[in-house]
């Protein structure tokens, strides 16, 4: 797991900060840590191009903690989660991203703009914006990502009714909302 080249490089900063007045951990730091993660990240699969890795990881064993995306939608809204995936497969952006549109459905601000209540899967989300690995910074491609996820963004119901479960009738000169029957 340890790139060689980078390990070199690492020890030559080592050697160099521990005889310097000013010497620059982070940088040594830095340069410790990439050749420690440039094996693990080159060593995953990627899916083909266009699709999104989406597996179940119920039985599979997680031996370290999962990195974390930022999925932004195009209404100003970030949502973090983290993307458990299984070692030597690419980062499942599939299921993370189903996790995402229900945090987004589960927001206070976005229940209120909506019109809700509480959470519903009737509550529309927006396209998908920018969706960013926090730990390695890696790009997600948007379209992929609103292609793989427009079934579970749209709205459960194809037009919400005025009032849940009624039904306006007109009596005389006033409106009154009845249960249906």
């Given at each position: 797991?340890?790139?060689r080249?980078?390990a070199?490089q690492?020890?030559?900063a080592?050697?160099?900060?521990?005889?310097?007045?000013?010497?620059?951990w982070r940088?040594?730091?830095?340069l410790?840590?990439a050749?420690?993660?440039?094996?693990?990240?080159?060593?995953?699969?990627?899916p083909?191009?266009?699709?999104?890795a989406?597996?179940?990881v119920?039985?599979v064993?997680?031996m370290?903690?999962?990195?974390?995306i930022?999925?932004?939608?195009?209404d100003?809204?970030?949502?973090?989660?983290?993307?458990p995936?299984?070692p030597?497969?690419?980062l499942?952006?599939g299921?993370?991203l189903?996790?995402?549109?229900v945090?987004?459905?589960?927001?206070?601000g976005?229940?209120r703009r909506a019109g809700?209540?509480?959470?519903?899967?009737?509550i529309?989300?927006?396209e998908?914006?920018?969706?960013?690995?926090?730990?390695?910074?890696e790009l997600?491609?948007?379209?992929a990502c609103?292609k793989?996820?427009?079934?579970?963004?749209?709205?459960?119901?194809p037009?919400?009714?005025?009032?849940?479960?009624?039904?306006?009738?007109?009596?005389?000169?006033?409106n009154?909302?009845?249960?249906?029957t």
């Amino acid at each position: 797991m340890l790139n060689r080249t980078l390990a070199a490089q690492a020890q030559h900063a080592y050697d160099a900060a521990l005889n310097s007045q000013s010497p620059d951990w982070r940088a040594v730091a830095e340069l410790f840590r990439a050749a420690m993660r440039s094996e693990s990240v080159r060593r995953a699969g990627k899916p083909p191009e266009g699709e999104l890795a989406d597996y179940n990881v119920d039985r599979v064993r997680l031996m370290c903690r999962s990195p974390r995306i930022a999925v932004r939608f195009m209404d100003g809204e970030t949502v973090f989660t983290h993307v458990p995936s299984a070692p030597g497969k690419p980062l499942n952006i599939g299921r993370a991203l189903r996790v995402a549109i229900v945090m987004y459905r589960s927001r206070k601000g976005v229940q209120r703009r909506a019109g809700f209540h509480e959470y519903d899967r009737t509550i529309p989300v927006p396209e998908i914006f920018q969706v960013r690995c926090v730990e390695t910074d890696e790009l997600f491609d948007v379209s992929a990502c609103n292609k793989h996820t427009a079934k579970d963004r749209q709205s459960s119901e194809p037009e919400r009714p005025s009032a849940a479960g009624c039904k306006t009738i007109a009596v005389g000169n006033v409106n009154t909302d009845i249960p249906r029957t």
